[in-house]
């Protein structure tokens, strides 16, 4: 039986312990090709900068007493998936597999998610795709901290990976969405849901004296339970604590009734 072949990539950067934690739980499922941003390149979703420089080093990492020639892309996660599949793998891959992120990535924000935003680009080329990421505090949101504990969402990431190289989905589930909590092990339980309308991570202002002083925008966790449905991938993860698997589809037409939407446009 031909060895399956795994795409793995992030948007923490190729150096990032989530990124490894997933490689090591892949290689039992076939040969893993990493390809990750060179730079941490959280927030990006799924652009494609005209200002990246493209340039592709392969690099050797030491992982666990283990060597891995790994490659270090100058662009966006969305632009390592586009690297990797057109110059560095011989073979368009059976999987690509986008994790393990620090930070969950729910609700109205999986937009800006360059996590979810590389899986959806391999999505959009017609290859099986998981997005992974980890419940972590906001501190260590951008980090490569150590005191994350990714065990738990490594075996997430190679039980949904083994479902998408082995079952055939239904034709409007492009990608998986799974998001751990924080206290998760391998016996927690998971469950399917759908992607939150609320803000989650709500956009603040930058501290400055001046508009001419560089600052960057902050943000804060803000997660609404009352009233928020049961089965959305907020709650389950929030108020459950149970591993949300959310099925995305690339296919974003509102499920409005057209004919209702039509008199409303329509009408004087």
Do not use: C
């Amino acid at each position: 039986m031909k060895k399956r072949q795994i795409l793995l990539t992030n948007d923490d950067g190729i150096k990032s312990p989530g990124l490894w934690a997933a490689a090591e739980a892949l290689s039992d499922l076939g040969y893993v090709t990493v390809a990750a941003p060179r730079d941490q390149s959280s927030g990006m979703g799924r652009s494609l900068p005209a200002t990246s420089d493209g340039v592709i080093r392969p690099e050797v990492l030491n992982v666990r007493g283990r060597d891995w020639t790994v490659y270090a892309v100058g662009g966006s996660p969305a632009q390592a998936v586009l690297y990797a599949i057109l110059e560095i793998m011989p073979h368009k891959p059976d999987l690509v597999v986008s994790g393990i992120n620090y930070g969950e990535n729910v609700a109205a924000g999986i937009a800006i998610s360059g996590t979810v935003g590389a899986a959806m680009e391999a999505a959009g080329m017609g290859i099986p795709a998981l997005a992974m990421s980890l419940e972590t505090d906001q501190q260590h949101f951008f980090s490569y901290s150590t005191e994350v504990d990714f065990s738990a969402a490594a075996y997430f990431t190679a039980y949904f990976a083994r479902r998408l190289l082995e079952k055939r989905f239904p034709p409007d589930v492009d990608l998986l969405k799974v998001d751990v909590p924080s206290n998760a092990t391998a016996e927690t339980p998971w469950a399917l849901t759908r992607s939150s309308r609320q803000k989650y991570f709500v956009p603040t202002a930058p501290v400055r004296k001046s508009w001419e002083q560089p600052a960057r925008l902050g943000f804060r966790v803000e997660a609404e339970l009352d009233g928020e449905p049961e089965d959305s991938d907020v709650y389950v993860l929030r108020a459950r604590r149970l591993v949300s698997v959310t099925p995305l589809s690339l296919d974003s037409t509102s499920r409005a009734d057209f004919t209702e939407l039509d008199d409303l446009l329509r009408s004087g």
